[in-house]
């Protein structure tokens, strides 16, 4: 079994997810007691928020390098970074890596198009919705992304930092968020990305009749199969 290298923290309360679902995953497959062989990287989500708003996007490149090389001096055999909007550097990180990156953006866009789905929408923070790795990666699987108005991207990325990273699930933002993907929903997406790791926590399978990808699960899965696999990239 290979070792995951997590860098989580981003937030706390999806990471903790993670190690479940890698751990259930990982015994539901080999059985006994076996769990799975994680290294964990916990930043302090603050910190790191102040230099990406301060410093950009580079200077977070520079520390998750630094996290990745960490991990992988002490064993680890992949990175995951656990969160969506962390996928903004993962292309450059991976060309400063000699270990793979288990992305959550190419996971994602197999279990769209195994599902048979062309045209999906994007839920995220502003950093997901308006950056191109998603739009880019799903091009690649012939996939058209969706994301909700300028004035609502600001609107869900407000909720997701103010709510949800903090463990504030209110009804009311519930149906908040179900009305953006309506709205989606009416511009052709057939399915719904929840592409913040903390979105599948308020919204539900039950709370819509769209096909939901739970993009903490789909990464969660990717990283057993890659724990389990023979070579580095058999998860893909």
């Not at 928020?49 to 977070?60: C, E, K, L, P, S």
């Not at 903004?88 to 279990?111: F, G, H, S, V, Y």
């Amino acid at each position: 079994m290979k070792t995951l290298g997590l860098i989580g923290g981003t937030s706390w309360a999806s990471t903790q997810d993670y190690y479940k679902l890698i751990n259930e995953g990982i015994n539901r497959q080999l059985g006994k007691k076996h769990s799975a062989k994680i290294l964990l990287h916990s930043v302090d989500f603050e910190e790191e928020y102040q230099i990406v708003t301060n410093r950009g996007w580079d200077a977070f490149l520079d520390r998750a390098e630094y996290y990745a090389r960490n991990l992988h001096r002490i064993g680890a055999d992949g990175i995951m970074l656990c969160a969506n909007t962390l996928h903004i550097i993962a292309e450059k990180l991976q060309k400063r890596l000699e270990l793979p990156i288990i992305d959550i953006t190419e996971a994602t866009a197999k279990n769209i198009r195994a599902a048979g789905i062309q045209k999906v929408g994007l839920l995220g923070t502003k950093f997901t919705m308006q950056a191109d790795f998603y739009p880019d990666m799903l091009s690649r699987h012939d996939i058209e992304c969706l994301v909700p108005a300028e004035n609502e991207i600001h609107e869900l990325h407000e909720i997701i930092f103010s709510e949800l990273i903090a463990g504030v699930f209110k009804p009311k933002t519930r149906e908040r968020i179900l009305e953006m993907i309506r709205q989606l929903e009416h511009q052709g997406a057939r399915g719904i990305i929840l592409g913040c790791t903390e979105l599948p926590m308020i919204i539900k399978k039950e709370h819509s009749d769209l096909t939901l990808f739970d993009t903490l699960k789909i990464h969660a899965q990717a990283a057993v199969d890659f724990a389990l696999s023979e070579n580095d990239h058999s998860y893909l």
